[in-house]
Nanobody, 119 residues
Framework: QVQLVESGGGLVQPGGSLRLSCAAS????????MGWYRQAPGKQREVVAR???????NYADSVKGRFNISRDNAKKTVSLQMNDLKPVDTAVYYC?????????????WGQGTQVTVSS
């Protein structure tokens, strides 16, 4: 199957930066879309940023200009550079990939990594 391993979460002060990374492994034939979602306590999971295999990106309005998503197709990794972090960015961040495994296309999720923005 598919394994997604996330890293890079932690505690940061307002205005600080963090970089999240996610590595995909397993019987993956191809990956179309990769992205990051987040879920704050008491709220629904929401999309933060997504990137296609061709490099097209889209961002939630709340993070535009502050976050940047990138991917390395050869290494099957996706990263999220988060700058000027705010307390409202506090959430568990999840890596998401939409990929083809043995002829079947499905969505896979990472285990989540906590990001806390606090002074």
């Amino acid at each position: 199957q598919v394994q997604l391993v996330e890293s890079g979460g932690g505690l940061v002060q307002p205005g600080g930066s963090l970089r999240l990374s996610c590595a995909a492994s397993g019987s993956i034939a191809s990956i179309s879309r990769m992205g990051w979602y987040r879920q704050a306590p008491g709220k629904q999971r929401e999309v933060v940023a997504r990137i296609t295999s061709g490099g097209d990106t889209n961002y939630a309005d709340s993070v535009k200009g502050r976050f940047n998503i990138s991917r390395d197709n050869a290494k099957k990794t996706v990263s999220l550079q988060m700058n000027d972090l705010k307390p409202v960015d506090t959430a568990v961040y999840y890596c998401n990939v939409y990929c083809n495994v043995r002829g079947s296309t499905s969505t896979y999720w990472g285990q989540g990594t906590q990001v806390t923005v606090s002074s």
